[in-house]
């Protein structure tokens, strides 16, 4: 984030002192989380909520979240050319080629949700589908005050796969080490 620039200010949002120390000796500006956006089952949109209430200078804010390890630069410097051309929020995506199938319940039999099994696609021969790493959300304070983290003319930034690993479980956390020669 830093070494992009492009950010007017960074604040790290939390409610413990260990990161808040961590957060200040990198130069980021601390903001203490309210007891209701800090709980384990606090959503992001709920942590985005909380950050506007407290700074009304803000209209464009970048929530960048701390489980995406790969974050780079260049993703960072093309989201922000997405928003100088006018787009309200811009998201980080990667592009999947994955055969998606749903259960019917109770009957326990399956349906494909994204492509026809008569004509099984080849990756080659298909697009794929964009999907969500949580990387990064940039996005408007009026979208964050009526409850949306994506609105109004909404863009993407697609992220290598290499670069898309999204820390959930301590599975993730041995990958992105694994992945950075931590391990
Ligand atoms: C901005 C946002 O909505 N963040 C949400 C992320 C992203 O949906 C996910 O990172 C996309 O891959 O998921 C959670 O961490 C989760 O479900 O555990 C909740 C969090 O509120």
């Not at 974050?71 to 994955?98: M, P, W």
């Not at 609105?151 to 290598?160: A, D, K, L, N, P």
Request: aromatic fraction near 10%.
């Amino acid at each position: 984030m830093k070494h992009s620039k492009k950010f007017r200010e960074i604040w790290v949002s939390t409610d413990s002192h260990m990161i808040a120390n961590e957060a200040t000796k990198c130069g980021a500006k601390v903001h203490w989380r309210s007891r209701m956006s800090a709980t384990d089952t606090a959503s992001s949109l709920v942590a985005l909520q909380d950050f506007i209430k407290g700074h009304k200078e803000f209209d464009r804010i970048g929530l960048i979240q701390c489980t995406s390890p790969f974050l780079a630069v260049k993703y960072l410097n093309e989201a922000f050319e997405h928003l100088q051309q006018g787009y309200d929020s811009v998201f980080s995506v990667t592009r999947e080629f994955k055969l998606r199938w749903k259960e019917n319940r109770p009957e326990k039999t399956f349906v494909a949700v994204n492509f026809d099994p008569a004509r099984r696609p080849r990756r080659q021969d298909w697009d794929g589908e964009l999907v969500e790493n949580g990387m990064f959300y940039f996005t408007r304070r009026h979208l964050i005050s009526r409850g949306l983290i994506q609105g109004g003319r909404i863009g993407v930034v697609q992220v290598e796969r290499k670069d898309s690993l999204e820390v959930d479980n301590p599975a993730d956390l041995n990958l992105a080490r694994y992945q950075s020669g931590d391990l």
